[in-house]
């Protein structure tokens, strides 16, 4: 049972609302997928288990700019402190920064399988549906302060601090706008020069309502106001919202003692790190979410999410053999998905890991999965035959020993067009192919079970399954333990005490090719 099960066990399915937000300060770097794909996971389950389940994803589109991406900071320093709604546009076509941001993330979340309702939340405070949560959380500042002081020892705070900030009529700014009062119908403010370090607000001072949209909640109030707003229950966080005395600990605090209301499900999720570092869009660090796409097709780049469970740090650098390698993983759980299919997953532990690379694969759904099994082309194979100037359908049909299918050839040259990517962007420059003839000492019995294998390698089909068939019958012909029998094979063939599934290789380098090398002496 995979970690997504384990968690809708717990719900004995009973409808959820789900809820996960974004905060549409620039591009999404890669990092910012895990938290809504987790989530989308988990609603497709609960989801399948009560249909009343509902998803919404919240676009936290009334936070203030406090920080900008190296490419944008020129243009836009002077929109600092400005909420992220009343910031033009980078793009032409777009109401504001914030819908230009949300709009692009939308579109990568949805080509890997997202469904949610989207929310806005500038939307939200404007309809007044915040409106009943600012007031309580005014009617409560003293209470909320001292939540601030026990849990995470806040002493910066004065006494005449008020949980809200309201947009400056004058300057149009958010952030740099501090409430000292609030009388029960208007708040009372001061636009201040040095509130921030990053803005400086323009000095003015007055009284206004603090609902309809003049003002916003702080995050650590805005959080669980959203959760009472919503009514939601499950709303998960990266580990840095649950250290002790960080944001999870205070929203927990301020639903039992301000908001009375329900806490959702406890759900902190460990980091995606790009080459061991956190990414974050305003240092460069990291991919774009929106390339994710164009290095990975959409189910491969879901499945490197959902195949990691989420108290795991995941991490990925498409550099090197990191991209081969999640094809490899993809490939495997497709394969226990379709003997899922067939009913020949195994009784056992055997059987236990393979029902979980099904659900992996199923839960990696973004297109429709094939009914029937199907051949689908090694990405490392592809990779070499495009080097050696193959033709990809040739190989692969006599590889399958029939023509492909239809849907068999779309898979093909989705793969080689990925392929290509790669090889262009990431492959790193060592050769995969040229293997040469080793001169490794090998034993007596090792020298007899390959001279055994390219005897019968001689009326082998091209057809991998009747290869790999041939290579464990030798195996068995000659009594030799299978692993000094592989150490053997592929220090013959590659060079090194591993290398790909048997049948692939030997295809790849040719039958004849391969019986030559197996019949050498020059060991």
Not at 141 to 153: D, N, R, S, V
Not at 264 to 271: D, G, L
Not at 358 to 387: G, Q, W
Not at 484 to 505: C, E, I, M, S, V
Request: glycine share 8%.
């Amino acid at each position: 049972m995979i970690w997504v099960d384990r968690i809708a066990k717990q719900f004995e399915g009973r409808a959820q609302h789900v809820d996960d937000m974004f905060t549409p300060s620039g591009f999404a770097h890669m990092g910012s997928l895990r938290g809504p794909i987790l989530h989308d996971v988990i609603y497709k389950v609960l989801h399948s288990k009560n249909r009343d389940t509902v998803f919404t994803y919240v676009f936290n589109d009334f936070d203030t700019i406090d920080g900008l991406p190296p490419d944008l900071k020129e243009k836009f320093s002077p929109y600092f402190a400005w909420p992220l709604s009343k910031a033009p546009s980078p793009v032409d076509g777009y109401k504001s920064f914030a819908e230009y941001f949300s709009s692009d993330f939308k579109k990568v979340l949805e080509s890997l399988g997202f469904q949610a309702n989207y929310i806005s939340s500038w939307n939200m405070y404007h309809e007044g549906k915040f409106n009943e949560v600012i007031r309580i959380a005014l009617d409560n500042k003293e209470k909320i302060l001292e939540i601030y002081k026990k849990i995470a020892g806040y002493k910066k705070k004065s006494s005449d601090w008020h949980p809200l900030q309201v947009i400056c009529p004058k300057c149009g700014k958010l952030g740099t706008t501090k409430v000292t009062g609030w009388d029960g119908e208007l708040v009372t403010f001061t636009c201040e020069p040095r509130l921030v370090t990053w803005a400086a607000g323009c000095g003015y001072s007055g009284s206004i309502s603090p609902f309809d949209g003049n003002g916003k909640l702080p995050w650590k109030v805005d959080w669980p106001a959203h959760w009472k707003v919503l009514g939601v229950t499950f709303e998960g966080a990266g580990k840095d919202h649950a250290s002790r005395g960080g944001s999870y600990d205070i929203a927990f605090a301020l639903c039992d003692e301000v908001f009375h209301s329900v806490r959702p499900y406890y759900f902190p999720y460990e980091f995606f790190l790009f080459g061991g570092k956190k990414m974050a869009s305003s240092k460069g660090i990291g991919l774009k979410a929106r390339d994710l796409t164009t290095i990975l097709p959409p189910e491969i780049a879901r499945f490197l999410i959902v195949r990691i469970p989420p108290q795991k740090t995941l991490e990925f650098n498409p550099i090197g053999e990191a991209i081969p390698n999640l094809f490899d993983e993809y490939d495997r759980c497709m394969a226990a998905y379709f003997d899922k299919q067939e009913g020949k997953i195994p009784a056992g532990k055997p059987g236990e890991v393979l029902s979980d690379f099904a659900r992996i694969y199923e839960l990696s759904e973004v297109r429709l999965h094939p009914k029937k099994r199907i051949s689908v082309p090694r990405f490392r194979t592809v990779a070499n035959l495009i080097k050696n100037k193959t033709d990809l359908t040739s190989f692969f049909a006599k590889q399958k020993g029939s023509k492909l299918t239809l849907e068999e050839e779309k898979i093909l040259k989705e793969r080689e067009q990925f392929v290509e990517v790669y090889l262009k962007n990431y492959a790193q420059d060592k050769p995969t192919i040229n293997y040469k003839l080793q001169t490794t000492n090998f034993s007596a019995g090792q020298k007899e079970f390959l001279l055994l294998l390219a005897k019968n390698l001689k009326s082998a089909k091209e057809n991998k399954e009747d290869i790999q068939k041939i290579v464990f019958d030798s195996i068995k012909q000659s009594g030799l333990n299978p692993r000094d029998a592989f150490r053997a094979f592929y220090q013959k063939l590659t060079g090194k005490d591993f290398g790909p599934k048997a049948g692939d290789l030997i295809l790849e380098q040719g039958i004849d090719a391969v019986i030559s090398k197996l019949h050498s002496t020059s060991n």
